[in-house]
């Protein structure tokens, strides 16, 4: 079982849509949870980081953490097709230089 | 300004060459890493030096050898290149301490080896 796993999709929604992307891990040390955004060609960027369990909200994104669950989600208000990427969740023990990220899950947007 | 630059973007080379791949970034962090993202956009972690000193060697095979002229780079060589290693090589930068979750990647570099 790999430490972290999220499902690769491809996920294809209509523009307004809500989306939601999630990842399961194993590794109960986990503290900080990441969102990164990758589009095609380009090198991931951070969206959105969590500590430890609890929501975060930040224009239309949305980050939950159920470490009960060792699951995690992202979700996308209103998506438009410039969200139209690929998105990875990463996580990392605390003082621990090493982070895992899941396989990334391709997201489009249609108009 | 590219806070985390790598180069080169493309590289096309045959099998059994020797090539390198260069990073640099300009935000002042202590921390530069190499990963790797395969055809399936799997993302793992290379290496990883901290202040020079090489904290992570996931298992990669001695074929690749990173090497830390000073904090602020954090180049790749890799000799006798295989097909499998056709992938995209990303480099990134990060702060140690609190707030360090941010982690800076460069554009990456397309490797095919043929």
């Known amino acids: 079982q790999k430490e972290v796993e999220q499902d690769p999709g491809p996920l294809s929604v209509p523009e307004g849509a809500i989306v939601s992307l999630n990842c399961t891990y194993s590794n109960s040390a986990f503290q900080y949870f990441m969102w990164y955004r990758q589009y095609s060609r380009k090198g991931p960027e951070l969206l959105m980081y969590?500590?430890?369990?609890g929501n975060k909200e930040d224009g239309r994104f949305t980050a939950q953490v159920d470490k009960s669950s060792k699951y995690i989600s992202l979700f996308i208000r209103d998506s438009q097709p410039s969200d139209s990427a690929t998105y990875l969740c990463?996580?990392?023990?605390?003082?621990?230089?090493?982070?895992?990220f899941g396989a990334g899950t391709r997201l489009t947007v249609k108009p | 300004d590219t806070a985390v630059s790598q180069t080169p973007k493309y590289l096309v080379t045959q099998m059994g060459n020797d090539k390198s791949i260069k990073c640099e970034q300009n935000l002042g962090h202590d921390t530069m890493y190499w990963y790797k993202q395969d055809s399936k956009k799997f993302l793992k972690i290379m290496f990883s030096?901290?202040?020079?000193?090489?904290?992570i060697n996931e298992t990669v095979p001695n074929r690749f050898s990173p090497k830390s002229p000073d904090k602020a780079h954090l180049n790749l060589h890799i000799n006798s290149l295989e097909l499998g290693d056709s992938a995209v090589y990303f480099c990134?930068?990060?702060?140690?301490?609190?707030?360090?979750?941010?982690?800076?990647f460069g554009e990456g570099s397309w490797l095919t080896v043929v």
């Open positions: 990463a996580m990392r023990v605390s003082n621990n230089n090493d982070m895992r």
């Open positions: 990134a930068s990060r702060l140690q301490g609190l707030g360090g979750n941010t982690i800076y």
């Open positions: 030096y901290n202040n020079k000193e090489l904290i």
């Open positions: 969590t500590y430890s369990s």
